[in-house]
DNA sequence: TTAAAAAATGAGAATTATTCTCATTTATTC
DNA sequence: GAATAAATGAGAATAATTCTCATTTTTTAA
């Protein structure tokens, strides 16, 4: 079956054309994209108001992560089963967001910080972000 | 000279009645609050269009701190000189956003773990955020 | 396989947060 | 203290997201 409808009857929603569109498109790349852009890549494919609701669909099923850059812009991208827990960097020259992976031993030192402050505030903690901000010092691929 | 005129002049931004009353409801707790509440506190004292251009200002002159909750409400909370890097942990049982400083050691590895980065991708990292998400085990104290 | 029930969609209206406009007021400069 | 520059208030404009509801599509289960 192919990955989108497989990824719908895994999670138990129902497949439906704009879902399907969604997902396709979002797996076409794994880069971050804005819900903007996305909006104009299937504009008159799917309706504006369902592909909020799809988007709010594939958050709720968890497949689905969703952020802001540091100018607001809503950005989304699929959570791949094969990939670890990542983080983004964000260019403030051109806009770019870049998945980055953490050395193995620092993701390790912030395991044990985040048990810490669990005990320390008496929290249950289930998610965490870091997201770093800069400037590419040669030129990203965007900026020019 | 109060502190509020202190930071205005110090900075070298006019010294005006709505600056003036912003930064003082700011200044009365250290808690982030968010522009929603803000707008309620000081209703009929500061216009709404003035409220977001002085928060603005505030921000330029790097006094203020903006963040988006996970509800993608925006959160605000002043830069206090004598406090070091800190981060936020939201309860997403009452929305509490409590301010954390995270151990001294792990801040090391974060920074050495940074300059990791900026060499691998060629960036110059100028700020970064951690978020920490969960909810409280005993019952925070909004949460009841 | 098909009829009935449930869920999802499209189109655009409604809502909400934020920015903009512009005439008036306030602050700064010299 | 007069002239100039900057900031404000009020509400209109904009933009992102959610909502409404009649219609269409999907699922269920006989």
Redesign the interface.
């Known amino acids: 079956m192919k990955d989108s409808k497989k990824i719908l009857s895994e999670n138990k929603v129902s497949i439906t054309n704009p879902r399907i569109i969604v997902l396709e498109s979002l797996l076409e790349n794994r880069n971050p994209i804005t819900v903007d852009e996305l909006q104009s890549k299937l504009k008159n494919k799917v309706a504006k108001s369902t592909l909020y609701r799809v988007l709010n669909d594939l958050k709720n099923i968890k497949v689905l992560n969703e952020f ?1 850059t540091p100018e ?1 812009a809503t950005v989304v991208e699929l959570i791949f089963e094969d990939e670890t827990h990542h983080h983004h ?1 964000f ?2 020259d051109c806009g770019e967001i ?1 998945d ?1 992976q ?2 193995a ?2 993701e390790k ?2 395991s ?3 048990k ?3 005990k320390k ?18 030129l990203c691929k965007n900026c020019n």
Chains 1, 2 share one sequence.
């Open positions: 802001t607001n960097l260019c403030s870049i980055i953490m050395a031993n620092f030192t912030l044990k910080e985040i810490r402050i669990e505030f008496n929290f249950t903690i289930e998610d965490h972000r870091l997201e770093l901000f800069g400037t590419c010092t040669d």
